[in-house]
């Protein structure tokens, strides 16, 4: 059978080598002219997605498999506000905290589907004393405001935390980045991908699927999708796509996060004895340190992303933000790149979120095929947003096309 994979992200990488494994004549199309998506290692940090949770067993089983280590994460963060510093949240910061976790415990064991018309910021203001803490820490989690967010979707992820431990969340980062893990991928398949071949239209006739990419078109017996919603809306497909299906593409959120990444010559912040790690009441909401070199990475979601975008010097202005709040730093600067994932053509946007009326409505029709056309992507799985979503998303579908 051959099958087209469109996209080489994460999906579709892990996806084309289990095709492969199982038989299959797999060509690989990618738009960028690079592979990996929304997964980029550059100078040491990740630009994209960094981190893997205890719980996401198809990432570490991957990693393992191809030979590749993690490092648990390391260090207290500093939380600033108002300008008062503590390690971790004070007292009154954790007890609000809890009590929108309780309150969720009890909603999330049997969710009544009510809840999806309602917002994740409506009930973070209806549960915490003080909601300044517990909406930062959601907002970080989710990459947009809260009130972007549906309770009902939240609750669904929500989940996973009451069956893990404190430390679980976020636990681990890729030895060597994720750049090592794309390459190592690669390096499995048969046949190298494609790049710059942007998909303009998809064409069903008789038993084939032609890929129209401008300048050539190309017939295939399946072809698995995996770009993000956003660009899947821009593709032409003839016949069009059923109208649940296109509903489900364009209700599919993206969250609004960027990041900053300052370069310096050394990791100064171990100098004056801080983690590197912050939590601030600034648009700059969270600053962490890269694995092992000397960059400091910093945060910006929702309305302060599209906000941060738009500064005449954005990178000069998150290394000033960054002084402000832990002076120390400057002399040791040597140069910064913003990571705008909204602008950026073939993502527009971080990662998908279920927003409210989505679980309820349009969700249940984004993953499954029509006909030989196959859909994966993280926005396509039970683990909405994270790289585990998009390795169980490629699971599935190489299931479904083997299956038949
Ligand atoms: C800033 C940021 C931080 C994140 N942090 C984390 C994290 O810490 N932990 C975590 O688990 N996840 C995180 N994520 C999410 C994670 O990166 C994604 O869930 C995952 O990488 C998505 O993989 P994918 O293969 O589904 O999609 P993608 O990686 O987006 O792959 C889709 C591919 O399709 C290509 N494409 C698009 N349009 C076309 C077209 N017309 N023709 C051909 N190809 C096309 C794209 O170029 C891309 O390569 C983060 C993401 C971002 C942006």
Avoid at 122 to 145: K, L, M
Avoid at 215 to 220: K, P, R
Avoid at 335 to 360: C, E, K, N, R, T
Wanted: with cysteine; proline share 5%.
């Amino acid at each position: 059978m051959k099958v087209a994979v469109v996209g080489a992200g994460i999906a579709g990488l892990h996806a084309a080598l289990a095709l492969e494994s199982k038989g299959c004549e797999v060509a690989v199309f990618e738009a960028r002219c690079r592979l990996g998506g929304r997964l980029q290692t550059l100078d040491g940090y990740e630009a994209g997605g960094e981190w893997i949770d205890a719980d996401h067993r198809r990432c570490l089983d991957s990693l393992d498999a191809l030979g590749l280590a993690v490092a648990r994460t390391e260090g207290d963060y500093r939380i600033l506000r108002c300008g008062r510093s503590t390690i971790g949240p004070d007292p009154v910061m954790r007890a609000s905290k809890q009590s929108v976790d309780r309150a969720a415990a009890l909603l999330a064991e049997k969710p009544d589907p009510e809840l999806d018309g309602r917002t994740l910021a409506d009930f973070v203001a209806e549960n915490a004393a003080d909601p300044w803490w517990p909406t930062v820490y959601y907002r970080s989690d989710e990459g947009d405001d809260l009130d972007r967010i549906g309770l009902l979707g939240w609750l669904h992820g929500f989940r996973h935390y009451l069956v893990r431990g404190e430390t679980d969340a976020s636990a681990f980062r890729v030895v060597g980045g994720m750049g090592a893990w794309i390459e190592a991928l690669v390096a499995g398949l048969e046949a190298r991908p494609h790049l710059r071949h942007v998909l303009r239209g998809v064409i069903r006739s008789g038993d084939q699927v032609w890929l129209d990419f401008g300048a050539e078109a190309l017939a295939f017996d399946r072809v698995l999708l995996t770009l993000p919603p956003r660009c899947l809306e821009r593709v032409a497909f003839e016949p069009a796509l059923s109208p649940e299906k296109r509903e489900a593409i364009a209700s599919c959120r993206m969250s609004r996060a960027i990041k900053i990444a300052l370069v310096y010559d050394r990791r100064w912040w171990e100098d004056i004895e801080w983690s590197g790690l912050l939590f601030a009441d600034s648009e700059l909401q969270q600053v962490w340190p890269a694995l092992a070199a000397p960059v400091l990475c910093a945060y910006v979601c929702g309305d302060d992303a599209e906000q941060w975008t738009g500064r005449a010097d954005p990178v000069a202005d998150a290394l000033a933000e960054v002084g402000r709040l832990v002076p120390g730093g400057r002399a040791h600067f040597v140069h910064g790149m913003i990571h705008d994932w909204l602008g950026d053509p073939f993502s527009q946007g971080a990662f998908s979120h279920l927003a409210p009326g989505y679980v309820q409505g349009p969700m249940k029709h984004i993953a499954p095929p029509e006909g030989r056309i196959h859909f994966a992507g993280e926005h396509t799985a039970e683990w909405t947003g994270f790289i585990e979503g998009a390795l169980e998303s490629a699971e599935r579908a190489t299931e479904e096309i083997i299956v038949g």
